[in-house]
Nanobody, 123 residues
Framework: QVQLVESGGGLVQAGGSLRLSCVPS??????MGWFRQAPGKERDLVAA????????YYADSVKGRFTISRDNTKNTVYLQMNNLKSEDTAVYYC??????????????????WGQGTQVTVSS
């Protein structure tokens, strides 16, 4: 059973930064994505990265503030979040798709999900 373990969430003031990490068990060559879900809202894609890190995608709401990256030697995917805003408050999930060598944008294409980590931005 593949497991994705997220860490790095917490409480931060507006304008601050956090870095989320996601470690998948087993093989490292997943296309990965970070999603977030605020109370009462749908789970939305925030950023995605191809298995080799060569291609990335960002939602418009986070462009220029968030950076997705990966270090396959450490089997870890990161989401660096800078200039955080109150509207970034949500549970953040990492997800993995073992079948794609590209950036994956559809929620339904991801096979594996982490348990989520809470990010709270105070204004």
């Amino acid at each position: 059973q593949v497991q994705l373990v997220e860490s790095g969430g917490g409480l931060v003031q507006a304008g601050g930064s956090l870095r989320l990490s996601c470690v998948p068990s087993g093989r490292t060559t997943y296309a990965m994505g970070w999603f977030r879900q605020a109370p009462g809202k749908e789970r939305d894609l925030v950023a995605a990265i191809s298995w080799d890190g060569g291609r990335t995608y960002y939602a418009d709401s986070v462009k220029g503030r968030f950076t997705i990256s990966r270090d396959n030697t450490k089997n870890t995917v990161y989401l660096q979040m800078n200039n955080l805003k109150s509207e970034d408050t949500a549970v953040y999930y990492c997800a993995g798709d073992p079948d794609s060598d590209r950036v994956v944008l559809l929620t339904t294409d991801y096979d594996y999900w982490g348990q989520g980590t809470q990010v709270t931005v105070s204004s």
